[in-house]
């Protein structure tokens, strides 16, 4: 059975281990490697913290130029050993015939966490650690910030409070909304409003039953009157900082 007390099928009475250990899959890694004239001559393995190989490729496997391989491992530490079975690692070009000195590197989508090229001898052994990933939001500045998450995953929610005015007030944001009709903007505050024009003329009347405007358009400001003040409340994604603002032949109210 398997005798790693790090992996998920540890059985503690086993007397020889059959290489049956499986692992939880924390994050993967992408090794790859370069060959040099002599691909047949590598190998590599990569042995956990109790000193069990995870995963491994012997030597006199590879035939081809390069390769790249796919790992999946659990959360800590390992030790990336490739070898090398004639003694010159990847250093192929210091022979006759060859001008090829191949390299390795051991990577995440965010960064590298192992690499080497030429010549090593017959092995050479790198330390790395991995953690699981935990997807979220991980701006302190966003509304659903997670301090338990480590990779961004693009989901974090933005707002901003405008203070509306009794009569006449001018604003705009820099909010995308998630809900971008003007209808479903002010649906906390209907109530408090009167009317909301657009730069070219158009209107949402909730009195009336008229939305001319339609979704608010990134960039714009709006005129909005209200019979009583109140807070306007927007949540959504943050506009970039270089956006764009197309200005029209006329008058233009932009943010």
């Not at 090229?117 to 979220?136: A, K, L, P, R, W």
């Not at 929610?157 to 971008?180: F, H, R, V």
């Not at 002010?186 to 109530?191: D, K, Q, R």
């Not at 070219?200 to 009336?208: F, R």
């Amino acid at each position: 059975g398997c005798m790693d007390a790090a992996a998920e099928n540890y059985n503690a009475s086993a007397t020889i281990d059959d290489g049956s250990c499986s692992y939880s899959c924390d994050q993967t890694i992408s090794l790859e490697i370069v060959f040099d004239c002599w691909p047949e001559e590598t190998g590599w393995s990569i042995t956990n913290e109790t000193g069990s190989i995870v995963a491994s490729e012997n030597s006199g496997s590879y035939n081809g130029i390069s390769t790249t391989e796919s790992i999946c491992l659990s959360e800590g530490c390992y030790t990336f050993t490739i070898t090398d079975s004639y003694g010159d690692g990847l250093g192929g070009s210091q022979w006759g015939g060859c001008n090829i000195d191949g390299n390795y590197e051991i990577s995440t989508d965010s960064e590298v966490l192992v690499s080497g090229e030429g010549d090593f001898g017959f092995s050479n052994n790198h330390e790395f650690c991995v953690t699981s990933i935990v997807y979220g939001c991980t701006d302190s500045n966003a509304e659903n910030y997670n301090n338990l998450v480590n990779t961004d995953d693009g989901s974090c929610i933005y707002s901003q409070s405008i203070e509306l005015d009794n009569g006449w007030n001018l604003w705009s944001t820099y909010i995308n909304p998630s809900d971008a009709d003007m209808s479903d903007i002010f649906s906390e505050i209907n109530t408090d409003l009167t009317i909301v024009k657009d730069d070219e003329g158009n209107v949402y009347w909730p009195a009336y039953n008229l939305n001319s405007i339609g979704s608010i358009t990134i960039g714009e400001g709006y005129q909005t009157k209200m019979s009583s003040s109140n807070m306007l409340n927007l949540f959504g994604e943050l506009v970039p900082y270089n956006y764009n603002i197309s200005l029209s032949d006329g008058w233009n109210i932009i943010a």
